[in-house]
T-cell receptor
Framework: KAGVTQTPRYLIKTRGQQVTLSCSPI?????VSWYQQTPGQGLQFLFE???????NKGNFPGRFSGRQFSNSRSEMNVSTLELGDSALYLC????????????FGPGTRLTVL | AQSVTQLDSHVSVSEGTPVLLRCNYS??????LFWYVQHPNKGLQLLLK??????LVKGINGFEAEFKKSETSFHLTKPSAHMSDAAEYFC??????????FGQGTELSVKP
């Protein structure tokens, strides 16, 4: 089976812009979770989607949002980018919600200038 | 609330010597615990998972971890380090909703 894929792999944006990241889960997986990784804060949970519904949310401002499509692909959006949003954004999939074994994609490296 | 503490931010070993990466956890219930590895500019790869079936868990690439409830520890070991083991390792606990909570990571260096 193909693994989790994320596009694009690298992005450079400027402050104030918005960005959309995409994640395709492992075939048959219906839950997608997003994590932010920074040197200072480490890995932090953003949100989880299952069956096109947000099931769980971390402590991030409303500028961070996401959605999931009927084929389980997910997108996350960050509006009004700030310098501190520079990070590696990781997507993980699992067969069902509440299932803790998650498989990660390679990530999208976002740089905000 | 669940949390994990990785006791070393950096560990350096020589090739062929044992590896020990230490992790303590805190959980109000019997947790699921994981070790993930991240090579430079890569995503996270699952090394192993503890549920409750056995306290000694074997993972990929010769790694194993032992769950010790009395010590609230879940240390990762490997008998003989290889150069390709150089990476960052994360100890992870899941909350009851399946959300993963990560430790701060331990960077493993392997000297030839």
């Amino acid at each position: 089976k193909a693994g989790v894929t994320q596009t694009p792999r690298y992005l450079i944006k400027t402050r104030g812009q918005q960005v959309t990241l995409s994640c395709s889960p492992i075939s048959g997986h219906r839950s997608v979770s997003w994590y932010q990784q920074t040197p200072g804060q480490g890995l932090q949970f953003l949100f989880e989607y299952f069956s096109e519904t947000q099931r769980n949310k971390g402590n991030f401002p409303g500028r961070f949002s996401g959605r999931q499509f009927s084929n389980s692909r997910s997108e996350m959006n960050v509006s009004t980018l700030e310098l501190g949003d520079s990070a590696l954004y990781l997507c993980a999939s699992s067969p069902y919600t509440g299932e803790d074994t998650q498989y990660f994609g390679p990530g999208t490296r976002l740089t905000v200038l | 609330a669940q949390s994990v503490t990785q006791l070393d931010s950096h560990v350096s070993v020589s090739e062929g010597t044992p590896v020990l990466l230490r992790c303590n956890y805190s959980s109000s219930y019997s947790p699921s615990l994981f070790w993930y590895v991240q090579h430079p500019n890569k995503g996270l790869q699952l090394l192993l998972k503890y549920t409750s079936a056995a306290t000694l868990v074997k993972g990929i690439n010769g790694f194993e971890a032992e769950f010790k409830k009395s010590e609230t520890s879940f240390h990762l070991t490997k008998p003989s380090a290889h150069m390709s083991d150089a990476a960052e390792y994360f100890c992870v606990v899941s909350d009851q909703g399946g959300k993963l909570i990560f430790g701060q990571g331990t960077e493993l260096s392997v000297k030839p």
